[in-house]
């Protein structure tokens, strides 16, 4: 039973360029979660997400930063013309329960993805 | 808004118990959780604790008071593995996970 899996692990772009990272839940999990970690910072949360819908996007920047959880594929992050400040780990977790019921579902992270921007 | 402190460092001798605090100011409350996060690799559940008291699960064990907006993470007979950040996360009332920055607790022989 295959964890959350991100992908890249390191992802280095150049100021300008675009970031796309992927997170694939756990089978059996339709909630998906992606959080940002600066470092000497916690987790912040970004955006959650279910098959097809924006839950909650209050914690996204408002322009350059994007996410989507189609109906078949992984859930994207996306970040258009990445500036230095967008270096940072993302993390996606994912729960087999709405949010509602999270209290007692824990969450399951994926090892993240590391960006760079040169 | 929501405020979430634990210290930055902890040191402590292998073998050793080490206690980390937290300290929470929330909208509203639906539970704390504690994760361990080894440098490079994906947070992993350890505890949670929605009512008042304590949890006891092998060598690791988490309080809670709800009253006074505080946890603790007790590590005993600590082990050299045991080297790593531990996130304190609290569930507010919009049921979002709100992380502090974390602790490294570092073990030494």
């Known amino acids: 039973n295959a964890g959350v899996m991100q992908n890249p692990r390191h992802l280095v772009r150049r100021r300008g360029q675009e970031a796309r990272l992927r997170c694939s839940p756990m089978?059996?999990?339709?909630?998906v979660y992606w959080y940002r970690q600066l470092p000497e910072e916690g987790l912040k949360f970004m955006v959650y997400?279910?098959?097809?819908?924006?839950?909650?996007e209050s914690g996204m920047p408002k322009e350059r930063f994007s996410a989507e959880f189609p109906k078949e594929g992984p859930s994207i992050l996306r970040i258009q013309q990445v500036v230095r400040g967008d270096s940072a780990a993302y993390f996606c977790?994912?729960?087999?329960?709405?949010?509602?019921?999270?209290?007692?579902?824990?969450?399951?992270f994926g090892s993240g993805t590391q960006l760079s921007v040169l | 808004g929501q405020n979430i402190d634990q210290p930055t460092e902890m040191t402590a001798t292998e073998g050793a118990i080490v206690q980390i605090n937290c300290t929470y100011q929330t909208s509203g409350f639906n539970g704390l959780f504690w994760y361990q996060q080894h440098a490079g690799e994906a947070p992993t559940f350890l505890s949670y604790n929605v009512l008042d008291g304590l949890e006891e699960k092998g060598r690791f064990s988490s309080f809670l008071s709800r009253s006074k907006g505080y946890s603790y993470l007790l590590l005993k007979e600590l082990q050299m593995k045991d080297s790593a950040s531990y996130l304190c996360a609290v569930c507010g009332n919009d049921y979002k996970l709100s992380f502090g920055a974390g602790t490294t607790v570092t073990v030494r022989a």
């Open positions: 977790a994912s729960s087999p329960l709405p949010r509602v019921s999270a209290p007692r579902e824990k969450l399951f």
């Open positions: 089978k059996g999990h339709s909630h």
């Open positions: 997400l279910q098959k097809e819908n924006i839950i909650d």
